[in-house]
């Protein structure tokens, strides 16, 4: 059976659409959503998790790398360590890598060291851990919550324990800082905080600092302000791009298509070929902006991941972007701009 094109893309499974915090910038955490994707809130059931990750095998699927993480903290499922761990033992090659987004505040010591125990050897491990402030005050202002020596202590000892590994260099972490008004005065004093942190260990392995700037409904009204205070606060902070053997620091530089900048028309969303999203309960969505899942194709619980994505529903919508048509959720967002539509597209309708 031929690979389709998702090899160039990223496979995104949501454990939880649970959080612990209630970050400004998170609409359904801290604005207290009932429910995130128009379902019940949940945990993704094991059995349906292994079905998921042994069907991509069966219908032979490639992709660049696999995230753990949508709308929740994929701490919060009790069984996040495992997952690491399986999707590494069944995929394999099929991945470049596995990941996990998440703001640090559960995973313990003992989780950290669950974690790298499950680590299979072939497949290696990206952690991402969303900070946002170097100052408790800022913190709590940002993420809604306390934590943040709780998620430094944690972060700390995974990297203290990254030394006894035979490859270090097997666990990449990055810490993020998206800039938003409550936090842009602490963007120089995070990167020097991290910088230390992340070198102070020697073990070889590598740290990365990424400053993001915040999306503002996917490119809708007012990104270009939070745009323009992005580029400020780099330049004010003298916060350039560094990439080392050990340490990188990365900015964020592309923008997707904005509503309030007028850079012209607007062009076929590569994130409907090239990022699929799984729900906590299973069901596979075009997008990871589709926050309350309009492009819900169906269940992998009961699907195969191809029927489903290669399947008359998802090309039809594909096709509304080739034509210039952009309705739902699709209307007011600025699309996934960190693919390209490539040849390999044309089979995906």
Not at 227 to 239: C, D, K, M, Q, V
């Amino acid at each position: 059976m031929a690979t389709t094109p998702l090899h160039a893309g990223v496979l995104q499974i949501e454990p939880t659409d649970h959080c612990n915090l209630a970050c400004a910038m998170c609409a359904p955490h801290a604005d207290r959503w009932e429910t995130v994707h128009g379902v019940p809130k949940g945990y993704l059931d094991r059995d349906v998790y292994r079905r998921i990750l042994h069907g991509l095998v069966a219908d032979d699927l490639r992709f660049d790398h696999l995230i753990l993480q949508w709308l929740g903290d994929p701490s919060m499922h009790p069984h996040l360590e495992w997952m690491i761990g399986e999707a590494s033992r069944v995929l394999g090659e099929r991945i470049g890598y596995v990941r996990f987004d998440s703001n640090a505040v559960l995973l313990t010591p003992p989780r950290m060291e669950q974690i790298l125990r499950e680590l299979s050897g072939a497949v290696p491990l990206t952690c991402v851990f969303t900070l946002d402030a170097v100052s408790p005050e800022t913190y709590r202002r940002t993420k809604g919550r306390e934590g943040l020596e709780r998620a430094r202590t944690h972060i700390r000892h995974l990297l203290a324990r990254r030394r006894s590994l035979a490859d270090p260099g097997q666990v990449r972490v990055q810490v993020q800082f998206v800039v938003q008004p409550g936090n842009a005065h602490e963007a120089g004093d995070f990167l020097a905080y991290w910088t230390r942190a992340l070198t102070c260990t020697g073990d070889g392995g590598h740290g990365e600092i990424l400053f993001k700037p915040l999306s503002v409904g996917g490119g809708a009204t007012g990104q270009s302000a939070a745009n323009a205070l992005y580029a400020r606060t780099l330049r004010e902070a003298g916060i350039t791009p560094v990439v080392g053997d050990t340490l990188s620091v990365t900015v964020w530089e592309d923008r997707p298509w904005q509503r309030d900048d007028a850079r012209g028309r607007r062009t076929a969303c590569p994130g409907l070929w090239y990022t699929p999203v799984v729900r906590q309960d299973g069901h596979l969505v075009m997008c990871c902006a589709d926050l309350r899942s309009e492009l819900d194709l169906g269940s992998l619980a009961t699907e195969g991941f191809r029927e489903l994505w290669e399947g008359p529903r998802a090309r039809a919508e594909r096709q509304k972007h080739r034509n210039g048509v952009f309705e739902g959720v699709c209307a007011g967002c600025g699309g996934i701009n960190w693919y390209v539509l490539g040849e390999g597209a044309r089979a995906l309708g």
